[in-house]
């Protein structure tokens, strides 16, 4: 009984704001979110069948110039998918191109291998961080490094692609595997890589992508890289 | 509820109720893409079409939304067009989309967008509340461009990208810098409230003076 009229007191100051309803049933409640979230997925995914092949096409273009960046001197490259533990230039048939690492294997212009490049993505300060590098398998010397995919912290995190002192470090063609030092700490080792003063996290990131990467493929690369059939 | 003219409905967003130096709400996209020109109008750009798609669709839906889901309805709704803005800038402007990062999904919580469906979408009909988003988007935009503006030309020394002052300007680094957002919302409120504070004492004057 006196619960019953707490109740309706409560009810009562609401009423006044929309007097044309009662309050609706919960069948109606979810129905009403059901059928708008249906419709809500729907246009999504409209949208997104039109626009996935532009994205998909211009992160190709940027992975293609990135190859050419971080490998200096190529010519042109070829990608290389991992198909049971050897590298082939061909899928499996039937098999989709997203599932399989690859690495890309550049040439110069008397058809010589003069550099792998490797994209790889390790958890970073924020997120995953996407790296490619380059490297020499003859002299085992990186080539080169660029940051694909980043959201480290803006100012600080983000030094890793911002800051051009630390990029051209990779550029300098450091042996491997990469020790990160603070600035002024090295021995002036060739391995050294002087990390970003605040953004120590973020560049240690992508020196340990750089070794991971070298460690995982490594050994698959000495095994030799298979001859182009086609040229 | 106070009755307003369509005009009215338009005008009050832009400036005497404008979102971001007046009412104060997405401050957080206010402060954290304003760090040039550019990220400031794409910012603008997905957010004004995020209100004003929301905001004819919350009107011309409203009947059919029961009170007790209307923010989850609305929160559905104004999701979904982030999410397409997300994709469009995606797809169409890839370096703006990977420059605004996080703060892209991010519009989904802008208080100014859900504000305006509860307060006037959700109550008017969809002439009025287009009228009523444009307004507000345009605010935005205007409020986000100044304190672009602002950081951009201290902190880099350019505008949209276009060098001012030549090589030897040596940029204020701060200003694009968290901090300058503050900094610059700070100063743009001192101004406005100075500005305020005279037109009222003006207004003053003249009423002390003919009466």
Redesign the interface.
């Known amino acids: 009984m006196n619960e019953e009229t707490t109740r309706k007191d409560a009810g009562t100051p609401e009423t006044p ?2 007097p044309e ?1 009662k ?2 049933s919960t069948f ?2 979810v129905a ?2 059901a059928i ?2 249906a419709l ?1 997925g729907l ?2 995914v409209m ?2 069948q ?2 996935k092949p ?2 998909d096409e ?1 992160k190709a273009e940027q992975l293609r110039i990135a190859v050419y960046e971080v490998l200096p001197g190529v010519e042109r490259y070829n990608t290389y998918y991992l198909v049971n533990d050897s590298l082939s230039l061909t899928l499996p048939e039937g098999a989709k191109e997203s599932e399989f690492k690859r690495v890309y294997v550049g040439y110069d212009t008397s058809n010589e291998i003069r550099g792998v490049a490797i994209s790889r993505g390790e958890s970073g300060f924020q997120d995953v961080v996407m790296v490619i590098f380059g490297f020499d398998p003859s002299t085992g010397k990186l080539t080169g490094m660029k940051v694909l995919d980043s ?1 480290e912290t ?2 600080l995190g983000d030094k890793i692609f911002k800051d051009q002192v630390f990029v051209d470090q990779f550029f300098a063609g450091p042996e491997t595997p990469l020790v990160g030092v603070k600035i002024g700490a090295g021995k002036g080792n060739p391995n050294e890589i002087d990390t970003i003063t605040g953004a120590t996290i973020s560049s240690k990131v992508v020196i340990d992508i750089i070794n991971h990467g070298l460690e995982e493929w490594g050994p698959i690369l000495e095994k030799g890289v298979p001859q182009e059939s086609t040229q | 509820m106070r009755k307003t003219t369509a005009s009215q409905d338009f005008i009050r967003g832009i400036w005497e109720e404008n979102p971001v130096l007046i009412q104060m709400l997405g401050l957080c996209p206010a402060l954290a893409v304003t760090n040039s020109v550019k990220n400031a109008l794409a910012m603008s750009a997905a957010t004004f079409f995020v209100i004003c798609c929301s905001s004819v669709l919350v009107s011309s839906c409203k009947r ?6 209307r923010i ?2 609305y929160i ?2 104004i ?2 067009f982030v ?2 803005a997300d ?2 800038l ?3 402007a ?1 370096v703006q989309h990977k420059e605004l ?2 703060f892209i999904a991010l519009i989904v919580v802008n208080c100014m967008i859900l504000g305006r469906q509860e307060a006037f979408s959700a109550k008017n009909n969809v002439y009025r509340s287009l009228l009523d988003a444009i307004g507000t988007g345009i605010g935005f935009t205007i409020a986000l461009v100044m304190m672009g503006g602002f950081r951009e030309i201290l902190g880099t020394g350019s505008f949209l990208e276009f060098s001012l002052f030549g090589p030897n300007f040596e940029p204020w680094v701060i200003m694009v ?2 901090a300058g957002g503050f900094l610059t919302l700070g100063f743009i409120l001192l101004a406005m409230g100075f500005f305020e504070q005279r037109k009222k004492a003006k207004a003053a004057q003249t009423a002390e003076a003919s009466s």
Do not use: D
């Open positions: 704001e929309v309803t309050s609706a109606r409640l009403t979110l708008a979230g809500a246009l999504i949208v997104n039109h626009t532009i994205i211009y959201k803006p100012g | 059919f939304i029961p009170k007790e889901v989850s309805a559905l709704v999701a979904t999410t397409l994709m469009l995606q797809a169409y890839p990062g996080a810098l968290p």
